[in-house]
């Protein structure tokens, strides 16, 4: 109530609200009543979703934080969640399957007969293929347990109120309907990565008839995998891949929505300077040093917890990408359906790349923020007059000040900046076009 209290005394009656899609109050009173509303809907449609999400994962308890059931319930669900992933690293061994990729091995005996059943000879590397993306993945939960068991889960919270409020402020006394809006969709793109994932397992499955009751896994001359059993481990494997993948969305999208929260912010506060919503410049040197502070956090672990999470799914992208360019080059082993397969690994491949981007153009839109708010400082001294009881001396500091504080979002410690962003798209682009031309790399040649 405190945080509404001091927002009451400086929200104007009206003020435009085209940049935010807000809903409107017109009175001092439902201003009021709209601020307060505004943290009520960030409680409802954020914060208990989100947490939600998290206490599946085990990242958060259902009950009181500290209390001995608490802790109880928590290390259940975290330890029946590592048997899980534990389990399915165990049958993509087994199964020479990991998530979109066979790894089959060269040996004759694919295309031999024994009784009625075709062989598939798992390569003898695939426990070595796997180590790499099954440790990233198993330290992307542990991470997760660790940040959310901290501090991390009342920063969000505290972030979100303070954007809902500073939005609501600079926009004349109305909440910010897109925000909510946004952050939904986040979720729900989320959980539709997470279906879309599962579907194209199954559709990986038909494609490549790995599913066929006449295929055996075939290891050695004592150890093979076919019939029922074959199909459990599989139907295993798919399910516990709906738990990998949930890791994967939950890291990505709480950096999504965290990112998003700080872009509201900082067009928030570039808002409030332009139209001099601010008393004086003290006022808005707090805001601005607070939205350093909460940049410090979303580049600290949140960022390292995305990090690790974008890195798995880049090698994701590039083996399946890499698969892609087997198949259309007739170098996958059979059994499996081309067209088809090509089609799977395609989605497959744009799938994994997806959420890599996804995470790369919301560091952008952060960066690109602050840039806004920096250029908002610049034009204060070109427009003195907005700011008359500031002398041009305070003036000078505060655009040197917007001009040296640090608003850029970072990933692997380095800054997403969004020229960069544009150029690596532009040279990217231009340089598969020029492989395709000069027949460098063809992805269809046998199609």
């Given amino acids: 109530m405190d945080d509404l209290v001091k927002y009451k005394e400086t929200l104007p009656l009206r003020g435009p609200s085209a940049d935010f899609g807000f809903l409107r109050a017109d009175s001092s009173d439902e201003v009021f009543d709209v601020t307060g509303k505004a943290v009520q809907v960030c409680e409802t449609w954020l914060l208990r979703p989100y947490r939600g999400a998290l206490m599946m994962l085990g990242w958060l308890s259902i009950y009181k934080e500290g209390s001995r059931l608490g802790r109880l319930q928590q290390g259940t669900v975290v330890t029946a969640y590592l048997c899980v992933i534990m389990a399915t690293f165990v049958l993509q061994g087994l199964l020479c399957f990991q998530r979109d990729v066979l790894f089959l091995s060269e040996e004759v005996c694919i295309a031999n007969k024994t009784v009625d059943a075709d062989r598939v000879c798992c390569d003898r590397h695939v426990v070595t293929a796997f180590i790499v993306p099954d440790f990233l993945i198993l330290t992307s939960y542990l991470f997760g347990l660790y940040l959310f068991s901290s501090a991390e889960t009342e920063h969000l919270s505290k972030l979100a109120e303070e954007v809902f409020i500073k939005t609501t402020s600079a926009a004349g006394g109305n909440y910010p309907k897109t925000l909510i809006v946004t952050i939904g969709a986040y979720f729900l793109a989320g959980i539709a990565w997470i279906v879309s994932s599962f579907v194209l397992r199954l ?130 082993l059979p059994p499996h359906n081309l067209a088809h397969s090509l089609f799977v690994t395609s989605l497959n491949t744009l799938l994994w790349a997806a959420m890599v981007v996804f995470a790369f153009v919301q560091a952008s839109r952060v960066t690109a923020a602050g840039l806004g708010l920096k250029r908002s400082g610049v034009s204060r001294r070109s427009r003195p007059f907005q700011y008359t009881a500031s002398q041009q001396s305070d003036l000078d500091s505060f655009v040197l000040y917007t001009q040296a504080v640090k608003l850029r979002a970072k990933l692997f410690g380095v800054p997403v900046v969004p020229w960069v962003m544009y150029a690596a798209v532009t040279v990217l682009c231009f340089v598969l076009i020029m492989m395709i031309k000069t027949d460098i790399y063809n992805p269809f040649p046998n199609v």
Avoid: P
């Fill in 203 to 332: 559709l990986y499955l038909v494609a490549f008839k790995y599913w066929d009751s006449d295929i055996v896994i075939y290891w050695s001359d004592t150890f093979q995998i076919s019939g029922s059993i074959k199909h459990g481990l599989i139907m295993g494997s798919i399910i516990g891949f709906i738990f990998l993948d949930l890791v994967y969305a939950a890291s990505i999208i709480n950096y999504a929505i965290q990112s998003e929260l700080n872009v509201h912010l900082l067009k928030a506060i570039a808002r409030s300077v332009d139209i001099k919503l601010y008393r004086d410049l003290d006022e808005a040197y707090k805001e601005i040093d607070n939205a350093e502070r909460n940049l410090r956090v979303l580049n600290g672990k949140t960022a390292t917890g995305a990090s690790l999470v974008i890195f798995n799914l880049s090698i994701s992208a590039i083996v399946s990408f890499q698969k892609l360019e087997q198949l259309s080059n007739g170098k996958a």
